[in-house]
């Protein structure tokens, strides 16, 4: 009998296959571990095995698109290097010489998200070489790398970060240019020292605690920051959107053609100068020797110390925040706005064509002249010819403000002197030709219940004694008080207009009652005055309660409609008891029956109680 099973045979096949196949994989692995291997992820020519080579054997540009490690290795290439598709060349405490015979026979790309990352190392070639970054690229230099080059372009939203790094040639001869919407981040003392330095589009470029040496800057980008940096020397900035310095020491500065220009924190700036600009800031820094031109909307001094400042053609001037302004000049402004200021030393403005305002502030000396001078809560310590010039605006208002010397009005000046020096005598007033000066005093009324609590929301109307016109009219506050800047005298060239001070009274309403103080009050000084709400209220003219007076109409329609229907009632009573009791019949003799049908009934009423039916 035959036991031959074709199926056996091929399972024993296989069996002795597989075993071969493992026997054969022991044997080699020996060999294959003895032998070093470079892989390269390129999808392109891999050049791997003689990159880097000796001069006589160039190659095609080797394309980086996977991810390059060398730590610790120097090495010489002559042939371009393209890093691309995110791939990435990294060189770790080593040297990569880029060999050439001529200027940029060679050059170096990183775009498409591709990155080279220095870390100690450095870049450098025997002949000029260009460096391109593009597309989302990014070149990151730190722990003091070099690449030594003579041409960096960056574009197209790519990235050049410079940590602890430079950036330099060795003939001074680097040309930097930044477009699109390049970023240049350079930190930690990191260098770039270039003979042509240029950025335009809407590229940034921030340097802190860095510096750019450059024998010539055309910076027309969208922003530069300078942060954190001593050493900040002839740096120039052309048509930039925003440009901030800040905690920093700059010479030579010059800006122009700039939306914003931002100088704060502890900003050191000496002999520079800022040309049409729309808005320039100096916050908290100490400026030196600066000029200001073509300001076309405002520029704020914010706790700053200015020395030497020169401004000219301005639209707006603000200076604030305990600002020290000392020898500076403003020229042709529009508006100057002085806010709370304890050291202005020295300020001349000319030709101030709107407004001068000055709020809560020492003024030593100030020369100015406006259309319009407006002062409120301040010190004028200027000199006899500084103040007549200030006297000289259009209109002039004065409160809480203390003067030095006598107040000159002329022309046809109108002046408003509130309260003027508030804690000694009203300096002289004078006024010739057409000008007057209308001096008024702060009226205060405090009113109160009869428990002595403030009363919020009183309608106080002020009235002249004597004509008993109502002069004004307010609510009191929170706290029960109102106040009023009540007019005294109209002091004229020919002398008061009034022989005594103008006199006043006032009364309260308050929930439709009202109180008066009928006294007169001689407005020769500011006053204060209490009214009173209590038990002496009086109601207010007719009608004053409305809501008493409807209570009461209402309730009278209700006891009206009330007796009405109960004499309703009564007369409805009545009625049904005459039905219930009619007289009885009259006697009228015997009565015929009546015809009886079917439900009817006789003329007799049936007799009266239960009663059953006989069958």
């Not at 914003?260 to 049409?276: F, G, H, L, Y």
């Not at 009005?409 to 002197?417: I, P, V």
Request: proline share 3%; glycine share 6%; with cysteine.
């Amino acid at each position: 009998m035959n036991n031959y099973v074709p199926g056996n045979r091929m399972k024993n096949t296989l069996i002795l296959t597989w075993m071969g196949l493992i026997i054969l994989g022991l044997l080699t692995t020996p060999i294959i571990d003895s032998v070093n291997f470079v892989t390269d992820d390129s999808t392109e020519v891999d050049y791997d095995t003689n990159i880097f080579s000796t001069r006589g054997t160039r190659g095609e540009p080797w394309n980086i698109n996977g991810t390059k490690i060398f730590e610790n290795e120097d090495h010489t290439l002559d042939r371009d290097i393209i890093i691309y598709e995110s791939g990435s060349l990294t060189l770790k405490e080593s040297t990569l010489t880029i060999d050439q015979t001529r200027d940029n026979e060679y050059q170096i790309i990183v775009k498409d998200s591709g990155k080279l990352i220095l870390e100690n190392g450095t870049i450098k070639s025997n002949f000029a070489i260009k460096v391109t970054v593009q597309n989302f690229g990014t070149i990151n230099m730190k722990t003091r790398s070099y690449l030594l080059i003579n041409e960096l372009e960056a574009d197209g939203n790519s990235k050049v970060i410079i940590d602890d790094s430079e950036i330099s040639t060795s003939d001074n001869d680097l040309f930097v240019h930044l477009s699109g919407f390049s970023n240049l981040e350079m930190r930690q003392q990191a260098k770039i020292k270039s003979k042509t330095f240029s950025g335009e589009g809407s590229s940034s470029i921030v340097l802190d605690n860095s510096n750019i040496i450059a024998d010539g800057f055309t910076l027309n980008c969208s922003r530069v920051n300078i942060k954190n940096n001593n050493n900040v020397v002839n740096f120039a900035v052309d048509s930039c959107l925003n440009f901030t310095i800040s905690n920093s020491v700059v010479e030579e500065l010059t800006v122009s053609n700039c939306i914003q220009v931002t100088i704060e924190d502890s900003t050191v700036v000496r002999n520079s100068k800022i040309e049409i600009a729309s808005n320039v800031r100096i916050e908290n820094s100490q400026v030196t020797n600066l000029s200001i031109s073509y300001c076309t909307s405002r520029l704020e001094l914010s706790g700053a110390i200015v020395e030497g400042l020169d401004a000219f053609d301005c639209e707006a001037v603000i200076i604030t925040d305990n600002s020290k302004i000392t020898d500076s000049e403003i020229t042709t402004c529009q508006d100057l706005e002085i806010s709370d200021i304890f050291e202005l030393e020295s300020l001349q403005v000319d030709n101030c064509q709107n407004s001068v305002s000055i709020i809560r502030s020492t003024i030593e000396h100030l020369s100015v002249w406006a259309p319009y001078m407006y002062m409120d809560g301040s010190d004028i310590r200027s000199t006899k010819d500084e103040l007549d010039i200030l006297t000289k605006a259009t209109t002039f208002y004065a409160s809480d403000t203390t003067f030095n010397h006598a107040l000159n009005f002329s022309g046809n000046t109108e002046a408003y002197l509130i309260n003027i020096n508030p804690a000694g005598v009203m300096p002289q007033v004078y006024v010739t030709g057409n000008a007057e000066a209308s001096v008024y005093w702060w009226l205060t009324i405090n009113v109160i219940d009869n428990e002595s609590n403030p009363l919020e929301g009183v309608e106080v109307n002020l009235y002249d004694y004597f004509t008993d016109e109502i002069e004004n009219s307010s609510l009191t506050d929170i706290d029960g008080i109102v106040q009023f800047a009540v007019l005294s005298n109209v002091i004229t060239s020919s002398g008061p207009k009034h022989s005594e001070n103008k006199s006043y009274y006032y009364e309260g309403i308050y929930k439709n009652y009202k109180t008066v103080d009928s006294r007169s009050t001689r407005m020769d000084h500011n006053r204060n005055r209490e009214l009173i709400f209590g038990e002496s209220l009086t109601e207010d003219g007719e009608d004053d309660d409305d809501e008493a007076s409807f209570l009461e109409m209402y309730l009278g329609v209700i006891i009206v409609l009330i007796l009405i229907i109960i004499i309703l009632a009564i007369i409805a009573g009545r009625g049904s008891g005459e039905k219930k009791k009619s007289p009885p019949p009259e006697d009228e003799g015997p009565r015929r029956p009546g015809p009886r049908g079917r439900g009817g009934r006789g003329r007799y009423p049936p007799p009266r109680g239960p009663y059953r039916r006989m069958k």
